[in-house]
């Protein structure tokens, strides 16, 4: 059945496949000539940028003082701090509004792709839907957009389509190629064709059974949270009164007219109400569409159908060096990625209905079927662990209702701006799409264009003077003065390691010399400055003052959206927890209390919403640690003097360290056979629970030691008796 659909299919689109070619040659010697994308130019009716950037109390001061906005905007997503920089741009009095953080929800919480929708295209052709061509047609211009408005940020990134069957090769083959041709002048880099061999050499994981080839094809990926921050910032730098953690209390209305004519909002953090008075309010909110619709109208039906999409962070090595892996079709017909991203590899997505929150939780059932999928495109040599799983997250994307439809897989993916009887404009959509589902396209690529046709319609409604949408070529912030070869200069100017001064440029782009000029000195021949929050990554202290000046008000901004160490690492984003809520106490003058508040929240967050629990859950269930408080904190201390780095884990290069220190010698085979028995979740670390655990299981044998040196001598044989007890 599969093979008759497969041939029905090739034959649609076969006939073009001569056409397909040679329009592709001319599309490759236009940009082999001219460059790999057709470079867009910005407006030139756009206002100056200030030089610097408001504070974040200098901005609730104008949204209190400034009297009547033409544009108020709730929600400080992709879609919402988009319709800001439009707005802003258009040279109309602009002001926005987040109850959390810039980013905090869905916008966050993606797969990293900037992409057309490859999926989209295969529909449109399979069905000769015009309506779906469009849609992928425009999604591959806005990625071009996308990449080129903030290039610190985003990049190519070319994606391993494996192939298993000889029908599949000129089946893909071909659709990947008009996928090409559609995207036309802005073609990020031609797809090519693998021989197994080739395909095995790039990723020697790959399963080898019955592998015919591989076919890679080229998206765009992104820093999702700081790429949504950026455009933030761009808003408030041309004007807009922006302002996280100010949540909207209720909508007003003239009592002349019962049109909406702004809202009564609350600082989150003081707790003081306000009133913003705006021309135009848009509802931008994403799952929360329907809260604020309900503000307006009680009585007004839903229009979103929220579903969630789970995501896992592993080790790098599940992916090929700078290279993505698609799966086309999972054991549930569903698509997942697995990608290259901050040096580690992001496997996902899932696809269920769920219930709107704000906190979602990622489920061990979702991490589980995401890791069956990965086992199924790995060689049986590769032992796929639960304990490799770094992260997760699950977020909600907002899915147009269809009402015919109970599929969340088959509802509609555009974008609709609505208005209602009072004037609010609503936009909403998968704005900020979590995965390519067997009908997904990708709309975080297509923010600008949500965010034009909403200001649009805005200024339609409202009769706004204002000129035309100006964001096309319009360059986010930190994108003015970056090229790749900046982190040379950071090295060179500032002493910055390497890995660090790459990092900040990708993060900051121009605005990486700010980070560096309060980076404090390390006391190091080497580097001069940059003292590194954990030092397995290339983060640093720098990072959390200027984070502070970013708008970021709590720690867990600063783990999960100024820097993404919590999307990376949860045991990492604890460990720096401490130290970044000491900086930013220093920064925003917080009380002991307030620091007690700030470690216990961000611990929560991490806990629940990014992986921790299951991930301890999944540890701990087989076995309870039955030890006094008084010998946890004795056996803690013991772990520590181990864990020299304060990585949260012991390895073998920590063994042999101490072991070295204190002149006793063991054989490395030995110490791998010892480890790998404590390692009880199989991740290749000796975490303090599994240390605690096996302690517990040794009962009532003899203290290991009071010296270190006896530490380091009786430790693995008690271990390992404990195992066997």
């Known amino acids: 059945m599969a093979f008759q659909k497969a041939v029905k299919g090739t034959a649609l689109i076969g006939g073009g496949a001569i056409a397909t070619v040679f329009g592709l040659s001319q599309v490759s010697q236009h940009r082999n000539k001219h460059g790999a994308l057709v470079q867009v130019q910005a407006a030139e009716a756009v206002p100056a940028r200030k030089e610097h950037l408001p504070t974040r109390e200098q901005q609730l001061v104008a949204l209190q003082s400034s009297g009547e ?11 919402g701090c988009g319709c800001a920089v439009d707005a802003a741009t258009r040279g109309l009095k602009t002001a926005l509004l987040e109850r959390d953080d810039f980013s905090s929800g869905t916008s966050s919480r993606s797969t990293k792709l900037i992409h057309g929708g490859v999926r989209y295209l295969q529909k449109a052709i399979m069905r000769l839907d015009f309506e779906q061509y469009r849609m992928v047609k ?90 949504n921050l950026a455009i933030a910032l761009t808003a408030a730098r041309y004007g807009a009164a922006t302002a996280n953690y100010t949540e909207v209390r ?197 923010y600008r264009a949500m965010a034009r046709d909403t200001i649009d319609a805005a200024v339609r409604e409202h009769n706004l003077e204002a000129g035309s949408c ?55 021949r080497w580097p001069i400055v940059g003292k590194r929050l954990v030092s397995e990554f290339p983060y640093i202290e720098a990072e959390v003052v200027y984070g502070v000046k970013e708008y970021a008000r709590t720690a867990v901004d600063i783990i999960s959206r100024r820097t993404r160490l919590a999307f990376l690492n949860v045991q990492a984003a604890d460990e720096a927890l401490p130290r970044i809520v000491d900086i930013m106490a220093k920064e925003l003058n917080w009380s002991e209390q307030k620091k007690k508040e700030e470690l216990e929240t961000a611990k929560t967050f991490l806990y629940y919403e990014m992986g921790y ?44 360290r101490v072991l070295q220190s204190i002149s006793v010698q063991m054989d490395e085979n030995t110490l791998h056979e010892i480890l790998n028995e404590v390692d009880l979740n199989k991740n290749g670390q000796v975490e303090l629970n599994e240390f605690l655990q096996v302690r517990a299981s040794s009962g009532s044998r003899k203290g290991w030691f009071l010296s270190s040196k006896d530490m380091a001598r009786e430790l693995f044989p008690l271990l390992r008796a404990g195992l066997e007890t």
């Not at 906005?69 to 879609?79: E, H, N, P, Q, S």
């Not at 064709?193 to 015919?212: N, Q, Y």
């Open 138 to 227: 425009e999604a591959l211009e806005e990625r071009a957009h996308l990449l080129q408005s903030a290039p610190h940020l985003s990049g190519a990134l070319p994606i391993m389509l494996p192939i298993y069957k000889w029908w599949q090769l000129p089946y893909y083959w071909i659709g990947i190629k008009l996928y090409d041709l559609v995207a036309g002048s802005q073609c990020l880099k031609s797809s090519y064709v693998l021989t197994k061999s080739r395909a095995l050499e790039l990723f020697p994981m790959l399963r080898r059974d019955k592998l015919v080839g591989a076919i890679v094809y080229y998206d765009g990926q992104h820093n999702d949270a700081r790429m």
């Open 250 to 446: 209720h909508l007003l209305k003239s009592s002349d007219t019962g049109r909406v004519c702004g809202v009564r909002c609350r600082d989150v953090l003081t707790g003081k109400e306000f009133d913003v008075r705006a021309k135009c309010v848009i509802n931008a909110t994403g799952p929360f569409t329907d809260s604020v619709r309900k503000m307006d109208d009680q009585e007004v039906p839903n229009i979103c159908q929220p579903s969630a999409g789970v995501h896992i962070v592993m080790p790098g090595y599940y992916s090929p060096d700078n290279m993505g892996l698609l799966d086309p079709d999972t054991s549930d017909g569903r698509v997942i990625f697995f990608l290259p991203w901050e040096k580690m590899t992001i496997a996902g997505t899932t696809d269920s209905p769920t219930d709107v929150t704000a906190h979602p939780i990622p489920t061990e059932e979702d991490i589980n079927f995401i890791l069956s999928e990965v086992r199924n495109y790995l060689g049986p040599d590769v032992e796929v662990r639960r304990g490799d799983v770094l992260a997760a997250w699950s977020g909600i994307r907002p899915l147009v209702t269809n009402p015919d439809s109970k599929d969340t897989q088959s509802l509609s993916r555009n974008h609709v701006v609505t208005v209602s009887d009072s004037g609010l404009i609503t936009i909403a959509g998968t704005w900020a799409s979590l995965n390519c589902s067997s009908a997904g396209l990708p709309q975080w690529t297509t």
């Open 69 to 79: 906005f033409d544009v108020l905007v709730i929600g400080g997503g992709a879609t």
């Open 470 to 524: 100006q964001t096309m070529g319009l360059q986010l912030e930190g994108a003015k003065d970056w090229s790749p070869t900046l982190y040379i200069r950071l090295v060179q100017d500032y002493g910055l390691e390497s890995e660090v001064a790459q990092h900040l440029a990708s993060t900051y782009g121009d605005k990486a010399f700010e980070v560096a000029k309060i980076a404090q000195v390390t006391g190091k």
């Open 613 to 656: 629990k299951v991930k301890t859950d999944q540890l701990t269930d087989s076995s309870e640690i039955s030890l006094v408080p008084s010998d946890i904190e004795r056996y803690k201390k013991r772990f520590r003097m181990f864990d020299k780095d304060k990585k949260g884990f012991i390895t073998i290069l920590d063994v042999q």
